[in-house]
């Protein structure tokens, strides 16, 4: 079982307020991401790190920001949350396979924000 | 680019039903493809895999076969149960490319 995880589970928070989603990882995988999700949706990968230090925007371009200074710690903060943030984000790791190839993603149980 | 297909959803049935969701890609090279599934309220879990063609991925008896003449991956289980219920994704990574692609999603409901 994946020792990913993810706090808070449920957000309702109001317009113009900072927020940091916490994730944390205990499986010491390099490679982190953000997705962020309408239930039941397809994904959108929003930011991932290969690494400590290391942090890259995604696909779908969006006014959250991360930090990786540790490997298990991956937070992703928006610093004036708007109701057009309102969604579900959801964090994932996964290790490198041999000759770093690519290796399944280990998902957490996801952060639903509402914001107001 | 690199991309996947699913089936539009919801796709409803009865129990003991037979379930096929069908999952087609378009990559450069030759990919690893993988089925996910998303349980009500929860982050997704990995349900099986196939890295070359020809491999059959198999869990909870769900199977895919990596077929790469047609460029498929459906997922396929003999006898559905109401615990199936959840929102299913089909997703490639090609190699040298470390993001996996992800297909829509297909929402499956199983019905007593």
């Known amino acids: 079982e994946a020792d990913i995880y993810q706090t808070p589970r449920y957000l309702v928070i109001g317009t113009g307020k900072k927020i940091t989603l916490e994730c944390s990882q205990t499986?010491?995988?390099?490679?982190m991401y953000w997705y962020q999700q309408d239930p039941g949706m397809e994904l959108h990968l929003i930011h991932y790190s290969y690494g400590v230090n290391s942090t890259e925007k995604g696909d779908l371009s969006s006014e959250s920001t991360v930090s990786r200074i540790r490997t298990e710690h991956f937070p992703l903060t928006l610093e004036s949350a708007r109701p057009s943030h309102t969604s579900q984000y959801l964090c994932?790791?996964?290790?490198?396979?041999?000759?770093?190839?690519?290796?399944?993603?280990?998902f957490g149980p996801g952060t639903r924000l509402t914001v107001l | 680019g690199d991309s996947v297909t699913q089936m539009e959803g919801p796709v409803t049935l009865s129990e003991e039903a037979f379930l096929t969701i069908n999952c087609t890609y378009t990559a450069t090279g030759y990919p690893s493809l993988f089925w996910y599934v998303q349980y009500p309220g929860e982050g997704l879990q990995l349900l099986l895999k196939?890295?070359?063609a020809d491999d059959k991925g198999s869990n909870k008896g769900f199977e895919a076969t990596y077929r790469k003449e047609t460029t498929s991956f459906h997922l396929e289980k003999g006898s559905v149960q109401v615990s199936d219920s959840a929102v299913y994704f089909c997703?490639?990574?090609?190699?040298?490319?470390?993001?996996?692609?992800w297909g829509a999603g297909t929402k499956l409901i199983i019905k007593p």
């Open positions: 196939a890295t070359k």
């Open positions: 994932a790791s996964s290790p490198w396979g041999r000759d770093r190839a690519y290796n399944e993603q280990f």
């Open positions: 997703a490639l990574v090609t190699h040298g490319n470390y993001q996996l692609i």
């Open positions: 499986m010491g995988h390099d490679k």
